[in-house]
C-alpha cells in the first residue's frame, strides 16, 4: 500500500484533520485522475467533490476510495480500525497484527462453542432417532 504518512504527518499530528480534505490532500500527492478513482470507487465525479467537502467523512466512504488508489488510510487514522473487522486492513503494524490476532482468536472461540453445541444437537437426535425406532419395532 502507499503510504504519505511521512508528508503528511503534521497535518495529522498538528490540527484536527478534514477527512475530505485530507482525501483531496492524498489524491492530488498521488496525481490520480479524479473522474477515474471515484468511478473505480463507485461514486461520480460531483460525489467526490462533494465528499472533500466533508470534514467527518464516513470512513467507509474513505475505505472505498483508499482500496482503489491504493491506500491505507488507517495509518493516519487508526481509528477506522474500530470501524471495520480487523481483516479488512493489512497487517503492517503492531496495532494491526495485535487487532488481527486478538479477531482470530475469538473467532476461533466462537467456532469451538457453536461446534459443541451442534455436536450435542447431534447426540440429542440421534437419541430421538433410536427411540423412534425402537416404538416402530
Given at each position: 500500500?502507499?503510504?504519505?504518512?511521512t508528508?503528511?504527518?503534521?497535518?495529522?499530528?498538528?490540527?484536527?484533520?478534514?477527512?475530505?480534505?485530507?482525501?483531496?490532500?492524498?489524491?492530488?500527492?498521488?496525481?490520480?485522475?479524479?473522474?477515474?478513482?471515484?468511478?473505480?470507487a463507485?461514486?461520480d465525479r460531483t460525489t467526490y467533490?462533494?465528499?472533500?467537502?466533508q470534514?467527518?467523512?464516513?470512513?467507509r466512504?474513505?475505505?472505498?476510495?483508499?482500496?482503489?488508489?491504493?491506500?491505507?488510510?488507517?495509518?493516519?487514522f487508526?481509528e477506522?480500525?474500530?470501524?471495520f473487522?480487523?481483516?479488512?486492513?493489512?497487517?503492517?503494524?503492531f496495532?494491526?497484527?495485535?487487532k488481527?490476532r486478538?479477531?482470530?482468536?475469538?473467532?476461533?472461540?466462537?467456532?469451538?462453542k457453536?461446534?459443541?453445541?451442534?455436536?450435542?444437537?447431534i447426540?440429542?437426535?440421534?437419541?430421538?432417532?433410536?427411540?423412534?425406532?425402537?416404538?416402530?419395532?
Amino acid at each position: 500500500m502507499y503510504s504519505l504518512l511521512t508528508t503528511l504527518d503534521k497535518v495529522v499530528n498538528d490540527t484536527i484533520v478534514h477527512r475530505g480534505e485530507f482525501l483531496d490532500i492524498v489524491v492530488r500527492r498521488m496525481n490520480l485522475n479524479k473522474t477515474k478513482l471515484a468511478e473505480k470507487a463507485g461514486y461520480d465525479r460531483t460525489t467526490y467533490y462533494f465528499h472533500i467537502k466533508q470534514p467527518n467523512l464516513d470512513f467507509r466512504i474513505l475505505k472505498a476510495y483508499g482500496d482503489k488508489m491504493p491506500y491505507n488510510f488507517a495509518k493516519d487514522f487508526p481509528e477506522m480500525l474500530n470501524e471495520f473487522p480487523e481483516t479488512y486492513f493489512p497487517i503492517d503494524t503492531f496495532e494491526g497484527m495485535r487487532k488481527d490476532r486478538d479477531f482470530w482468536r475469538d473467532e476461533y472461540g466462537r467456532v469451538l462453542k457453536e461446534n459443541k453445541v451442534l455436536r450435542e444437537e447431534i447426540e440429542v437426535l440421534k437419541a430421538e432417532i433410536k427411540s423412534l425406532s425402537s416404538k416402530r419395532k
